[in-house]
């Protein structure tokens, strides 16, 4: 069974910083690609950050500007996402994700897997 387990949200105060893990079981991870995406209230979920496996390449929504960095650990079978000089308006749902295609991963329908959230609540 192919469990994604999100950790790491919580409240920050504006221009601070949060590292958001997802632990991945049930699949070879070094052979899937890995994103993250975030969901506000009353609004469509949101890609944030991409890392494939074939290549190591990664990409950010056009929001983040040098904000975040994603990175991943094949060996511990993790992703991360470093959040820094965050804003209120990243105030959502946090949500990663993973899939076996190297490509279109700023779609969310390319991924077959997901976690259940981990809420990130920026305000002062």
């Known amino acids: 069974q192919v469990q994604l387990v ?5 409240l920050v105060q504006p221009g601070g910083s949060l590292r958001l893990s997802c632990a ?3 699949l070879t991870f070094r052979s899937y690609s890995a994103g993250w995406f975030r969901q506000a209230p009353g609004k469509e979920r949101e890609f ?3 890392y494939n496996w074939n290549g190591g390449n990664t990409g950010y929504g056009e929001f983040v500007k ?3 960095i994603i990175s991943r650990d094949n060996a511990k079978n993790t992703v991360y ?3 820094n000089s ?3 308006e990243d105030t959502a749902v946090y949500y990663c994700a993973a899939t076996d295609q190297s490509y279109g991963l700023y779609s969310a329908s390319r991924y077959n897997y997901w976690g259940q959230g981990t809420q990130v609540t920026v305000s002062s």
């Open 81 to 83: 996402l470093q959040m």
């Open 6 to 10: 999100e950790s790491g949200g919580g």
């Open 86 to 88: 965050l804003k209120i």
């Open 48 to 50: 944030v950050a991409t």
């Open 24 to 26: 991945v079981s049930g």
């Open 66 to 68: 040098g904000r975040f």
